[in-house]
């Protein structure tokens, strides 16, 4: 297993705009994959983009079936997407609570496009072109915002909707027992 150090907020390669991909299925481009997916798995992460390892390149992956930090969450098949580009399909822009590996410890709640399509290349060259919705486009929205130097605070629209996840837990916990 070769997990990688998750960069945080505040480290410079997170702000840049990652380069392209020229070529596939090569070793470098094949160990960065290996690195991203067992980095992922073992911080029970939805996903993973490259320049969250240190590395300046256009690769996400991302995928969930059960995961603990998401329970009630739908299952997202395990993708490798390399160049990514998103469509909006709908102008429908939802609110939800998001975290980040890069940014441990806290959530906000951030909008989002509920209905996108996104395409790009799996490792191999293959073409993906994939149309989804709530979840599912969150999660890969989320991770094609770290392609292009953003992180999820960067989006939010009420800095008040944004904390450590202890504190927001116990505050949710009070609003529900005072109903």
Known sequence: MSVKKVLRMG???????????????????NALIKDLLDTMAAQDGAGLAAPQIGVSQRVVVFGIAANPRYPDEESI????????????????VEEGWEGCLSVPGLRGRVPRYTHIRYSGF????????????DFHARVVQHECDHLDGILYPQRM?????????????????AENEGQ
Do not use: H, W
């Open 122 to 133: 799996d490792q191999f060259g293959v073409k993906i072109d994939r149309e989804v919705r």
């Open 157 to 173: 629209s009420d800095m008040r909707a944004f904390g450590f996840e202890a504190e927001l837990e116990k505050a949710a916990e």
């Open 77 to 92: 098949p395990m993708t490798v997407l390399i160049n990514p580009v998103i469509e909006p399909l709908s102008d429908e």
């Open 11 to 29: 480290d410079p390669v997170l702000l840049k705009v990652a380069e392209a991909v020229p070529t596939f299925n090569n070793p470098a481009l």
